[in-house]
């Protein structure tokens, strides 16, 4: 969608990558550290509007992260040949949908931190 914006705008968009992947760098994780720090220590020492703060940073980061988690399911759904492999991948998603608003962001976490990316490549090598 964003390719056709910026064709339309005028813009180049030959640099953007797929969606799938799209990849954050590590220090996002301290936006995070930031956010929880703030918000912990809003709330301990009794100042609402620090803590409201750190909230604010968290309704930022959060979302960001849950954007690129869907990138690596992406990824992972374009990798995966098998139909009885993605179905059970489906499935799982459909019955933990309450859950993914946790498990996504998560995901979008560790893959900037430990490249789950490489690691699986690595592994469908061995």
């Known amino acids: 969608i964003s390719k056709l914006v910026l064709r339309r705008l005028g813009y180049p968009s030959d640099h953007l990558r797929p969606f799938s992947q799209w990849r954050l760098p590590w220090q996002m994780l301290w ?3 930031a956010g929880l720090a703030v918000m912990l220590f809003g709330s301990y020492s009794g100042r ?3 803590a409201k703060i750190g909230m604010n940073i968290l ?3 959060v979302p960001i992260l849950m954007v690129f988690g869907v990138s690596f399911f992406v990824w ?3 990798r995966l ?3 009885g492999v993605r179905m059970v991948l489906l499935l799982f998603v459909l019955f933990t949908f309450q859950y993914c608003f946790i498990i996504f962001p998560l995901i979008g976490l560790v ?3 430990v490249d789950l990316r490489a690691m699986f490549l690595e592994r469908q090598r061995s």
């Open 81 to 83: 040949r098998s139909p």
């Open 31 to 33: 936006a995070l550290i």
């Open 111 to 113: 893959d900037s931190i």
């Open 48 to 50: 609402e509007i620090i």
């Open 76 to 78: 992972c759904w374009k």
């Open 59 to 61: 309704y930022v980061v």
